[in-house]
Structures are given as C-alpha cells and as structure tokens.
C-alpha cells in the first residue's frame, strides 16, 4: 500500500507565497518523477510542475519564475514553492508519484504505476 498525502494549502492574498508538501509512503521500492499538478472548478487538471529523481524539473507555462518544485529523497518528498500567486492559481492541488512499489517488482509488474494524493486547497483573494 502506497499513500501520498499532501499539506501547506490555505488562502493568502495576491502577491503572497504558500509551500505545498507531499510525503509518499509504504511499500516504495524506488520513486521516479514526483510532480504538481492543479484543478480549478470547471476546468481539466494541469501540470503545474514536475521533477525527476535527478533534480531534473518541467514547469507549466502559467507558473514559470513564480513557482519551484524541489524533493528530498531520502524523504520521499516533494515540495512546491509557490510565490508571487494570483487569483488564477486558485485551485485544488494534487501530488503525483511515478513508482514502483515492492508488490509490484516481486511479482515483475510493469512500471513505475501513478500514485496521486487526496488533493489540497489553494485560495488566492484579490
């Protein structure tokens, strides 16, 4: 059993900062990308950000020189840095984990599966 579970949600005003963590947990047998991505009302989730276990990072185009995503591996963690927001990043938030558990490399299952977190809250006020 796999679980991401997400923190650092919450309302600020325009122009502040908030930071998003996701812990993943269990059964990990390696982590590949970890990545963001958000859903406002009415509208398809989209990539925020993502990052390979190199440090290697993709960012979408809206959030570009306001956003940093970072992970701690030992950790097993992602983190986004999010300053200068604006009403438009008013979204749920969700983390995703690209990895293979160890259910899955005993029994030679394809990988790595997508794992996604229950999703947390941004509210940006004008």
């Known amino acids: 059993q796999v679980q991401l579970v997400e923190s650092g949600g919450g309302l600020v005003r325009t122009g502040g900062s908030l930071r998003l963590s996701c812990a993943a947990s269990g059964s990990i047998f390696r982590i590949n990308d970890m990545g963001w991505y958000r859903q406002a009302p009415g509208k398809q989730r989209e990539l925020v950000a993502t990052?390979?276990?190199?440090?290697?990072?993709n960012y979408g185009d809206s959030v570009k020189g306001r956003f940093t995503i970072s992970r701690d591996n030992a950790k097993n963690t992602v983190y986004l840095q999010m300053n200068s927001l604006k009403p438009e990043d008013t979204a749920v938030y969700y983390c995703?984990?690209?990895?293979?558990?160890?259910?899955?490399?005993?029994?030679?299952?394809?990988?790595?599966?997508?794992?996604w977190g229950q999703g947390t809250q941004v509210t940006v006020s004008s």
């Open positions: 990052i390979t276990s190199g440090g290697s990072t």
């Open positions: 995703n984990a690209a990895l293979y558990s160890y259910y899955d490399v005993s029994r030679g299952l394809p990988g790595p599966n997508d794992y």
